[in-house]
């Protein structure tokens, strides 16, 4: 226990020294910043106080106005996508419109060849005439396809009065 004794008064002895020493050393005064501040802070409580006063008059809901503009680069990519797009609808058009002619072309090359191979004079007199004169062959075709419509057209009427004629004689 005597040895903890003189360890806390040499403890004690230390502490007292450099509590003399603080005392000696000369603080600056902050009075006068301390009544400065003190007055900031009245002034600063005055000021939020009136800020809330205003607040609470303010409604909640504030309508807002948008205004959209387009800059002269935003009409150009407009315009631009607009005539891509336009582009690209026709060509898909015309792509389809040839695809579907050229299955039609296909179609008519098989029939001829198959045509050529049951009747070879036939379809070696239709090559001849079309070399020959390819105008008189398209008018020649045109006017016996029409004449054929005519034709099938008759035939189809009189089938049918044939047929209504049969149906009152069966009743």
Do not use: H
């Amino acid at each position: 226990m005597g040895t903890d004794n003189n360890i806390n008064n040499e403890i004690i002895d230390q502490l007292v020294i450099k509590v003399n020493e603080l005392d000696k050393r000369e603080y600056p005064d902050y009075s006068k910043v301390t009544v400065e501040l003190k007055q900031c802070t009245e002034v600063l409580k005055s000021e939020i106080t009136e800020v809330k006063e205003i607040l609470k008059t303010v409604p909640k809901n504030i309508p807002v106005k948008y205004q959209v503009t387009l800059s002269l680069k935003t009409k150009e990519i407009i315009a631009a996508s607009i005539i891509w797009f336009m582009v690209t609808a026709i060509q898909t058009g015309v792509n389809i419109y040839l695809w579907k002619s050229k299955s039609s072309l296909e179609a008519n090359d098989l029939k001829y060849r198959a045509i050529r191979q049951v009747f070879p004079k036939q379809a070696d007199w239709v090559d001849s005439v079309y070399r020959f004169n390819a105008e008189f062959m398209i008018k020649q075709t045109d006017s016996l396809e029409e004449a054929a419509k005519v034709n099938s057209r008759t035939l189809i009427k009189r089938g049918l009065v044939k047929r209504k004629i049969k149906s009152r004689r069966a009743n």
